[in-house]
């Protein structure tokens, strides 16, 4: 009789605890990046890092206004593209989230945020960085990275005081990322008294740049700089190499500066004159980055590119601002997105009345052996 009263409790019981777990309020956070096309590497890091937030958030039991939340990663392709990403940012809104990470690029996340902006809904970027994207003054629009003022001046900077370079050709993809990157280097390397010999133009679609490569090697350069992403960065360093343009500097933003572009270089020696720039400290200097890599590596090994720490603090921090709001609605818990001091694992994040991150830090990179090197 009592082993029968026993079991019924515990009965009773589990039902509770299935009904506890039934009730649980499902709060939605969308995460926008290209999962297809040649920047799909770099979508599915970022969307690793802020699904690998969503799980561990799940384990913590957390309670806002007076419920516990459940909270579910709505995943969205752009693939790259403006007209994509805009359609994804209205899939989200329609689908009610409560705040997105993303997008990667700048020329999908600017036109992105003005839908976001319109339907009330905060946003998150850890990876776009054309300075334009917080420039409407949206209360929606967060950046938790160093823009491209910092990026494209540090490599001019360091162009100019530590190589001592004096002639650079620009060469950019046109989109509002690297045409972006690529103005503020022409126009700090200028300053610093250096001499820009050519500008070339190519997309973020070719893989031949033998004939602007050619124009560009008649003027005999000291560097290029390129404004754009791996998929061209690779292949344009193997066809330097092969018309003889051993010695010739390469400088790119974070667009370039992944463990993919020694890859898509593909043995070419021409991957040692390359010097790239993040946004951020290197894992190593960043306050949780190496534990932090270290989970992830066990959890997506051999996935890690660039943006996934940023991606996952991202993540933390909408949730930060919803706990200090106590509520998950966009309306009432955005306005304390403003007055965060999170300390995240790649900073302790806090922001200009912009929505521009405080104190942004940049490392510039190089590759020894094939393998990205911090240089500061």
């Known amino acids: 009789m009592q082993m029968k009263l026993k079991l019924t409790v515990l009965a009773a019981l589990a039902m509770v605890g299935g009904l506890a777990s039934a009730q649980d309020t499902v709060v939605k956070i969308g995460h926008v990046a290209p999962m297809s096309g040649s920047q799909a590497h770099y979508g599915k890091d970022n969307e690793n890092g802020a699904r690998m937030a969503i799980e561990e958030l799940n384990t913590q039991n957390i309670v806002i206004g007076g419920k516990k939340i459940k909270f579910e990663l709505v995943a969205e392709d752009d693939a790259a593209d403006p007209k994509q990403g805009t359609a994804a940012a209205q899939k989200l809104c329609d689908s009610k989230v409560s705040g997105v990470v993303g997008h990667l690029n700048s020329g999908t996340t600017i036109p992105a945020s003005k839908v976001y902006n319109d339907c009330g809904v905060p946003m998150v970027t850890g990876a776009a960085t054309n300075p334009n994207l917080t420039k409407p003054g949206y209360k929606t629009t967060y950046r938790i990275i ?157 996935q890690f590119q660039v943006y996934s720490p940023y991606t996952y603090d991202a993540t933390y921090l909408l949730v930060d601002a919803m706990k200090r709001a106590n509520s998950t609605d966009p309306k009432v818990y955005t306005p304390e997105l403003i007055k965060s001091n999170f300390k995240g694992v790649t900073t302790t994040i806090g922001f200009e009345p912009t929505g521009e991150l405080k104190n942004p830090a940049i490392t510039l990179y190089v590759y020894k052996d094939g393998k990205k090197s911090a240089l500061n």
């Open 146 to 302: 160093a823009n491209d003022n910092a990026l494209g001046a540090g490599l001019a900077f360091y162009a100019a005081d530590a190589l001592k370079l004096k002639k650079v050709a620009i060469i950019d993809d046109r989109t509002a990322y690297g045409q972006g990157v690529a103005e503020v280097f022409k126009k700090t390397a200028t300053a610093k008294g250096m001499t820009v010999v050519d500008e070339q133009f190519t997309t973020d679609k070719a893989t031949d740049f033998m004939a602007i490569l050619t124009a560009v090697k008649s003027k005999n350069p000291d560097a290029i700089f390129f404004g754009g992403m791996d998929p061209q960065g690779g292949p344009m360093l193997r066809q330097m190499e092969q018309l003889g343009m051993s010695n010739v500097k390469y400088f790119g933003g974070d667009g370039i500066c992944t463990a993919e572009l020694a890859k898509l270089a593909a043995g070419a020696k021409t991957i040692g004159n390359v010097v790239c720039a993040e946004g951020g400290a290197s894992l190593a200097k960043m306050p949780g980055g190496e534990a932090w890599k270290k989970r992830y590596d066990a959890k997506y090994p051999n």
